[in-house]
């Protein structure tokens, strides 16, 4: 798949490298969560380039030094004696080359080091504290574990904490990239559009997946068929990272897959006391979200989360949801299921899709929902521009013929609800046809 984006990224991994060339050594962590394309980025940024990249594979110490060990034989011409068998002995044969010459070193799937060596990281401290003034070196740590990750280079009694000069957060693509997709490959409508962003949710991997399904065939055949790697992808994404309270992690993300957004509405589902696991959710592993009603109160209890990934959420919605029919390989009964709900569930992600259009046009300045105790007078989105003090109140159909005169009445009577003395109104029904219009 072509590459898309990451003009920003590219820019700043190539300033920062040009700046070790030039003295100033630096280390930068690169976050990223599985399947977003870290890898892709850095072949992408580096193809021809002076960098080594090492992986960091599930092979003992021992044998990842051999392995290390030919690339930089092979790749920077260095003779090597003996046979490394730390980690910090290769690091250090770096360091000392970086004193001569400036070089790039990627490390891929930095936090699996932990389950090597643990000592590393405080190895690692101290050949950066002492070689760093003297090296031209851009160290790049890459990692997919977001938790383990931020663990290790901003936890205070972590040896790595205070080290990290850089940081780059990269995410999914915006809508506009998978718009710009479905147009190369002459696959653009606005139901494709929306199809692919509540599938990948703008992750290049998911992308590439859908890319390479048959428009001559059926999507949910294709999509969640016996051999579709979707079916096991939610797991595999999350079972490391929550590890042994992945049970715990999969309810609560399955009851807000399945509308039950609130904490208390979990609680009563799951018979349990859920705050500390929703703020790690939200905090540390970034999957949900805590969305308020828009100009609420700081201290309002109207508190809902959604899942901000997009495919984790329809795998929690459907793959997880029926995950006895896919135990025992009754794939059409899950397909089916997907095609007469497919239709409601995506209606959230519209709602998303239009906010970001919206966003994008650079006229609001506070784009949100609305909505009251026991979700009356909902409005899906409410966006304000402050300066100019006017205010878009819109309801969202995915079908044009479900937009009445009569609901952009009822959207009148629930905008003079809200606290927006002096400003002026526009009302809109909003639906698929609209989708990247002004």
């Not at 409005?379 to 878009?392: G, P, W």
Request: contains cysteine; charged residues 25%; glycine residues 6%.
């Amino acid at each position: 798949m072509i590459f898309y984006n990451g003009e920003t990224e590219t820019k700043q991994l190539l300033k920062w490298s040009q700046q070790a060339s030039g003295g100033q050594s630096s280390l930068t962590l690169l976050l990223g969560r599985r399947r977003v394309g870290k890898t892709a980025l850095l072949q992408q940024v580096y193809q021809y380039k002076k960098a080594l990249y090492l992986f960091i594979s599930r092979k003992s110490e021992p044998l990842l030094c051999e392995e290390f060990a030919s690339h930089i034989r092979t790749q920077l011409d260095i003779p090597i004696f003996g046979n490394p068998k730390r980690l910090s002995d290769i690091l250090s044969i770096l360091f000392e080359y970086t004193k001569q010459q400036p070089l790039t070193v990627i490390l891929d799937e930095f936090q699996d080091i932990a389950r090597l060596n643990n000592s590393f990281f405080s190895d690692l401290q101290n050949l950066w504290d002492q070689n760093r003034l003297q090296s031209r070196i851009h160290l790049i740590c890459c990692g997919s574990l977001y938790s383990l990750m931020t663990k290790i280079f901003q936890d205070s009694k972590e040896p790595l904490f205070g080290r990290a000069d850089n940081r780059l957060n990269l995410q999914p693509l915006k809508p506009l990239y998978i718009a710009e997709l479905l147009k190369d490959q002459d696959r653009f409508s606005p139901e494709n559009w929306l199809i692919w962003y509540t599938l990948s949710g703008g992750v290049p991997k998911y992308l590439d997946w859908l890319s390479r399904t048959d428009v001559n065939s059926d999507l949910w055949q294709q999509w969640l068929g016996e051999h579709s790697l979707v079916i096991e992808e939610g797991k595999y994404r999350l079972a490391e990272e929550f590890g042994g309270e992945q049970s715990t992690y999969f309810s609560i993300l399955a009851c807000i897959a399945n509308g039950k957004t609130s904490r208390s509405q979990i609680e009563s589902v799951l018979e349990m006391s859920v705050g500390p696991y929703l703020q790690r959710l939200e905090r540390e592993f970034e999957i949900i979200q805590r969305i308020v009603p828009i100009l609420s109160k700081p201290n309002t209890r109207q508190v809902k989360y959604r899942i901000q990934d997009a495919f984790l959420s329809f795998w929690f919605r459907f793959v997880h949801h029926y995950r006895s029919a896919v135990e025992i390989g009754n794939f059409k009964f899950l397909q089916l299921m997907i095609q007469r709900e497919f239709a409601t569930y995506s209606g959230h992600w519209l709602e998303r899709l239009f906010q970001e259009q919206l966003a994008n046009s650079g006229r609001y300045s506070v784009i949100g929902n609305y909505w009251e105790t026991g979700n009356k007078n909902e409005i899906d989105i409410v966006a304000l521009n402050e300066l100019d003090k006017t205010a878009l109140i819109a309801e969202v159909k995915r079908n044009p013929k479900q937009i009445r005169l009569s609901q952009l009445k009822q959207l009148k009577e629930k905008a003079s609800k809200l606290p927006l003395k002096g400003y002026s109104f526009e009302y809109r029904g909003l639906s698929l046809d609209d989708l990247g219009k002004d």
